[in-house]
């Protein structure tokens, strides 16, 4: 299938897709005041370009405008008020640089699973980014972003899942454009966007044990499932003071439901404190 297409949007966007989906966030927000992605306001028109290989392998071109703005916080209550555990105020969220944006921007998208629940197969995204330039506008940089991601089934009831996400810029790039790591589906033994940078590289890996289909008979706990994981990565400036230079590396251990997953996870590295952190997920972490 070839598709070609217009808009024209007014919307609230942000880069963290990659972490943490909208429905899973808006639950942490609507009933916690846990709230893990950055928003700004966008506005523009674009054109694209999409062809689709046998729903494997996704391609697409994209030439858009768009004049970015902050978005400061106007919401401060949640379902449950002040009471169990949601008594934290929802974080500020950060000014961007505004302005007006021209750019081009290509993705390349291969899913070799034969579905999302597969247990099996490769998953691979590629996206370059050009903005300013001949193109004009307020910013002028460029971006190029490569997630690559095993999913391999390991024996019995057992599966290891694997990721190495890797990005780097070219120019200034603007403060909404960074790469950020630290917390959910990226480095879970540190707190929420603990290293940013204009170039940043991460690897997790986790192994998970299906309790009930391993050990059968023996496994007291039904639909429960445990893992390990391991995650190191880190974010840096190409220029200037560099900033998270060194690797930094969490482990901890997870356990699983059908739609329940919850990490303990911690650093490994000696300059930093041995503090446990939790994180709960509806969904598979990557």
Same mark, same amino acid.
């Given at each position: 299938?070839? /598709?070609?297409?217009?808009?024209?949007?007014?919307?609230?966007?942000?880069?963290?897709?990659?972490?943490?989906?909208?429905i899973?966030? !808006?639950?942490?927000?609507?009933?916690?005041? @846990?709230?893990? *992605?950055d928003?700004?306001?966008?506005?523009g028109v674009?054109?694209?370009?999409?062809?689709?290989?046998?729903?494997? #392998?996704?391609?697409?071109?994209?030439?858009?405008?768009?004049?970015?703005? =902050? %978005?400061?916080?106007?919401?401060?209550?949640?379902?449950?008020?002040?009471?169990?555990? !949601? @008594? %934290?105020?929802?974080?500020?969220?950060?000014?961007?640089? /505004?302005?007006? %944006?021209?750019?081009?921007?290509?993705?390349?998208?291969?899913?070799? *699973?034969? =579905?999302?629940? =597969?247990?099996?197969? +490769?998953?691979?995204?590629?996206q370059?980014? $050009?903005?300013?330039?001949?193109?004009?506008?307020?910013?002028?940089?460029?971006?190029?972003?490569?997630?690559?991601?095993?999913?391999?089934? /390991?024996?019995r009831?057992?599966?290891?899942?694997?990721?190495?996400?890797?990005?780097?810029?070219?120019?200034?790039?603007?403060?909404?454009?960074?790469y950020?790591?630290?917390?959910?589906? !990226?480095l879970?033994?540190?707190g929420?966007?603990?290293?940013?940078?204009?170039?940043?590289v991460?690897?997790?890996?986790?192994?998970w044990?299906?309790?009930? &289909?391993?050990?059968?008979?023996d496994?007291?706990?039904?639909?429960v499932?445990?893992?390990?994981?391991?995650?190191?990565? $880190? /974010? +840096?400036?190409?220029?200037?003071?560099?900033?998270g230079?060194?690797? #930094?590396t969490? &482990?901890?251990?997870g356990? $699983?439901?059908?739609?329940?997953?919850?990490?303990?996870? @911690?650093?490994?590295?000696a300059?930093?404190p041995?503090?446990?952190?939790? +994180? #709960?997920r509806? *969904?598979?972490?990557?």
């Open positions: 299938m070839v /598709a070609l297409g217009f808009e024209l949007h007014g919307l609230t966007n942000t880069q963290d897709n990659w972490r943490i989906d909208e899973e966030n !808006s639950i942490f927000a609507f009933l916690l005041r @846990r709230d893990f *992605r928003y700004y306001r966008r506005e674009s054109t694209y370009i999409f062809r689709d290989f046998d729903r494997m #392998v996704e391609v697409r071109g994209q030439v858009g405008v768009d004049v970015f703005e =902050s %978005m400061s916080n106007s919401v401060s209550w949640n379902l449950f008020g002040d009471r169990w555990g !949601s @008594r %934290m105020n929802f974080r500020p969220n950060p000014e961007i640089e /505004a302005g007006q %944006m021209r750019n081009v921007m290509g993705t390349l998208q291969l899913d070799s *699973r034969a =579905s999302q629940r =597969s247990r099996q197969g +490769w998953r691979l995204m590629a370059a980014e $050009k903005a300013g330039g001949i193109l004009g506008g307020d910013f002028d940089f460029e971006r190029y972003i490569l997630d690559v991601r095993r999913y391999q089934y /390991a024996g009831g057992t599966q290891l899942n694997l990721r190495v996400r890797a990005g780097t810029g070219r120019g200034r790039v603007p403060v909404q454009f960074l950020r790591l630290g917390g959910p589906s !990226s879970r033994g540190y929420l966007n603990a290293y940013e940078g204009d170039r940043m991460l690897f997790n890996a986790i192994y044990v299906d309790g009930e &289909a391993h050990f059968r008979d496994w007291p706990l039904d639909d499932g445990i893992g390990v994981f391991f995650d190191a990565g $880190k /974010a +840096w400036f190409s220029d200037g003071e560099p900033v230079t060194r690797v #930094v969490s &482990a901890g251990f356990l $699983k439901t059908d739609n329940l997953r919850v990490f303990f996870a @911690r650093p490994l590295d300059n930093d041995v503090d446990w952190r939790v +994180w #709960v509806f *969904r598979r972490a990557f």
